[in-house]
């Protein structure tokens, strides 16, 4: 690759910015050209990140003093509201969104789950979802990129295939899902102090989640008409990793081996989704640190019932990895590229 895509890391500070950066560090067809962090602006990453020490990074600077004309591609790594405000103004350049402002493709829903109107409502309609195993017809020349949340990638990838080849009921899904402390974020919150967390596992956002909507919306394009299903996030006392439990109903003739079936078939030539030998089942440390995603099925005691689970690292596959897969896929280099190491263990 003669020339390198000049990229810039909007929220740089946060985890999944950092995140970015360490991945952006070992693909070949990438230079870090710009990273902003309102916050920070001045400062070094090593100075906020110390494990970058080694490496020769851009000074942090606000987002509004990038020349965004020298840019190829902008990763925002913001919070909601503040991520649509500022990328609606960037233009000719590949947009890939980490955050939840372009997800959702209606605007009433978006000030619904997220208590704000949208910022960019005329963006919704051309953003591409970028659920990447699902994305590889509509990323190739988008010009933005809505990256899915942590909690949907990894229920989308366990089930999107199963509600695809007719082999699972739309009704009556029922997800557990767990998560780690990073998954809130690197901001100073009581709730994930470490006295607060370790030893412990907590539900939150009990019946009304923000990732609801985003998972309904992908299910039912799916499904082919509209999904709704039961959602409960937990937060477990570990830095990264994510694992989901969901329980389905089989669609009628179908049958814990047909589902398999589908599985194996849909994941067969897939770099990074991967189906599991029967019986094994999906662990968060599996993934950590990596790309990858492992999914298996199994039958329930109650028969018409199976039990798919997924684990995935929030964020690697759940975020900055599934940025740059998108990114990849975007633009025509090799899908794997940047994302080829395997997962940290133990």
């Known amino acids: 690759m003669t020339t390198p895509l000049r990229i810039a890391v909007l929220g740089a500070s946060g985890y999944t910015g950092a995140d970015l950066v360490r991945l952006a ?51 925002g790594c913001l919070p909601h509201a503040a991520s649509a405000t500022l990328l609606a103004t960037i233009p000719d350049t590949t947009i890939i969104d980490l955050s939840a402002d372009f997800r959702l493709k209606s605007a009433d829903s978006y000030a619904e789950w997220y208590n704000t109107p949208h910022p960019a409502p005329h963006l919704l309609e051309t953003a591409v979802y970028g ?5 590889a017809d509509t ?33 009556r899904i029922t997800v557990n899902a767990l ?6 974020g690197r901001s100073l919150k009581e709730a994930n102090l470490f006295p607060e967390v370790a030893e412990a596992v907590h539900p939150y956002g009990l019946g009304h989640h923000r990732h609801m909507p985003e998972i309904e919306q992908q299910l039912a394009l799916a499904a082919g008409e509209p999904v709704t299903i039961s959602f409960t996030p937990h ?8 694992l989901v439990t969901c329980i389905v109903e089989l ?13 194996a078939d849909r ?16 662990a968060t440390r599996m993934v950590r640190g990596s790309n990858h ?21 929030n964020l690697v596959k759940g975020s900055s990895g599934q940025a740059i897969q998108n990114m990849n896929l975007a633009l025509g280099l090799p899908e794997t590229i940047g994302l080829e190491a395997a997962p940290l263990f133990p």
């Open 251 to 263: 669609a009628p003739g179908r049958s814990l081996a047909s589902a398999r079936a589908a599985l």
């Open 131 to 135: 659920l990447s195993e699902f994305a």
């Open 25 to 75: 560090l070992t693909h070949p067809g990438i230079e870090i050209a710009a990273l902003g962090a309102n916050s920070k602006a001045g400062q070094t990453m090593a100075a906020i990140w110390p494990h970058f020490t080694p490496y020769k990074l851009p000074t942090l600077t606000t987002a509004e003093a990038i020349d965004y004309a020298a840019i190829d591609v902008v990763f």
């Open 267 to 282: 994941y067969a030539d897939t770099p990074f989704v991967h189906l599991l030998p029967d019986g094994l089942a999906p």
């Open 293 to 313: 995603c492992v999914v298996n099925i199994f039958a329930d005691r109650i028969p018409g019932r199976v039990i798919v689970v997924a684990a995935i690292d």
């Open 235 to 242: 937060l477990v006392p570990m830095n990264r990793g994510e």
């Open 139 to 171: 990323l190739p020349g988008a010009h933005l990129i809505a990256c899915p949340g942590c909690y949907p990638t990894a229920v989308l990838l366990a089930l999107t295939p199963l509600l695809d080849a007719g082999e699972i009921a739309p009704e």
């Open 179 to 184: 998560s780690g402390v990073s998954g809130a």
